[in-house]
């Protein structure tokens, strides 16, 4: 591995045969397009593999949508059988290219030769990885290319043995980077433990666009309360990968405790995933099959969060939750694990709780104090819409990312400080 990736300086144009290749862009369906390289913005690519349009998905398409006026954004995509395409779609429908990769895992070096030769027919300044296998695939092509490469560093989830052993490749891979976002100070905490060096690492937030959450729709909260046999007074609703990681069977525990003292009170988790048996089977053993909802994936979650009384992160590990940032815009305060990058977005007392991962109990604790104090609610909710309208706006990622950028080629990428209208 050393061998195959031994060059970590950082390389400012693409490699000669790219740059003579840079007048035609690569084709499918026999058409094409010209372009006139000193006159086009410069571009960047994305290699990304979208098991569904999720949060990282939202984090991606906000920020190309945000860096269209400095530069091109181009995307490749594994089509993951058939589960990229709703992500594929929403890009496509904002205007952006996309091409689905014809090869995939476990072909690797076609994958890795397709993806060199798109970049070598595009000319991308920079290629943003997402995720282990883009990370596996997109620094070999990356490499075999000369276009420099950068990981975004999200997290990992250790889902499965096979994503484990993913994840492991992966963090090997890091150091080889030319560049490595992490996404929170926790998630570069992670990332200096496998011998990344210092000054490749940089911590980018993720963000949102809070004016989703502007203009809520009453008609949702009974459709959120419908989702129950009988509607409940107060809803706790949590999100995510039905996985071991986001702790959701220490959330089921603590829904026990929580409705001894609350009986009106109901849970709902969002999300799909290997665990939702495991899960299904404990809300059982614990009696809460009418309190206690799997409500599955749903792409209406927007509409439902500004409806909830509280929303919890029961997490083991995380990079920066989408669903933290998506809540506390929506007016609604968080219970979190202190884990991750979860400290960096609720704050403690005045967007609502922190508590130990793998503390039942504590988490119980938490969720009964906010539901026994409406006011408290309201107002950490209220703290929580303002700051996340401050601290994790697109425009400032986007100026990060440029800002990066423009060190990993100089002369090339252009900072301003004018808003995108």
């Not at 906000?62 to 860096?67: T, V, Y």
């Not at 991308?124 to 560093?153: E, F, T």
């Not at 403690?348 to 006011?375: K, T, W, Y």
Request: charged letters at 20%; glycine letters at 8%.
């Amino acid at each position: 591995m050393d061998a195959l990736f031994s060059s970590t300086s950082i390389h400012t144009t693409v490699a000669p045969q790219a740059a003579a290749a840079a007048s035609t862009l690569y084709t499918r369906g026999g058409l094409a397009a010209s372009i006139d390289p000193a006159a086009a913005p410069p571009t960047i690519a994305h290699l990304i593999a979208s098991p569904f349009f999720g949060g990282p998905e939202r984090q991606i398409l906000g920020l190309s949508l945000e860096l269209r006026p400095h530069c091109q954004s181009i995307f490749f995509s594994f089509a993951n059988h058939g589960c990229a395409r709703p992500f594929e779609d929403e890009l496509r429908r904002h205007g952006f290219e996309v091409l689905t990769l014809s090869e995939d895992t476990p072909a690797f070096l076609a994958c890795v030769r397709e993806i060199a030769d798109l970049l070598q027919q595009y000319c991308p300044r920079a290629l943003l990885c997402h995720g282990y296998k883009p990370d596996l695939l997109g620094l070999a092509a990356g490499k075999w290319a000369g276009v420099p490469v950068l990981s975004i560093s999200r997290g990992w989830t250790g889902a499965t043995a096979k994503v484990r052993g993913y994840d492991t490749l992966d963090k090997r891979l890091l150091r080889y980077m030319d560049r490595v976002v992490c996404v929170s100070e926790g998630q570069a905490d992670k990332v200096r433990r496998h011998k990344v060096a210092q000054h490749k690492l940089c911590v980018i937030h993720n963000s949102i666009r809070a004016q989703r959450f502007s203009d809520p729709d009453p008609s949702a909260a009974d459709e959120l309360r419908a989702l129950f046999a009988q509607p409940p007074a107060q809803v706790v609703l949590a999100g995510g990968r039905l996985s071991p990681e986001k702790g959701f069977a220490d959330l089921i525990d603590a829904a026990v405790r929580v409705i001894e003292m609350y009986p009106a009170t109901g849970f709902l988790i969002f999300g799909e995933g290997p665990l939702r048996q495991p899960l299904r089977d404990r809300i059982l053993r614990r009696g809460l099959e009418a309190k206690f909802i799997l409500a599955g994936f749903t792409p209406r979650l927007d509409r439902y969060l500004p409806f909830a009384d509280i929303v919890v992160l029961s997490s083991l590990t995380e990079g920066l939750p989408n669903i933290a940032l998506e809540a506390l815009a929506a007016g609604v305060p968080v219970v979190a694990t202190r884990v991750g990058g979860n400290p960096e977005v609720v704050r403690d007392g005045q967007s609502g709780r922190l508590v130990p991962a793998s503390e039942p109990d504590q988490l119980a604790e938490a969720i009964g104090q906010l539901l026994a104090d409406p006011a408290q609610r309201r107002a950490l909710g209220n703290w929580g819409r303002q700051d996340v309208r401050q601290r994790f706006t697109f425009e400032a990622q986007a100026q990060s990312y440029l800002q990066l950028l423009r060190q990993l080629c100089p002369g090339v990428f252009h900072i301003t400080t004018e808003r995108r209208s």
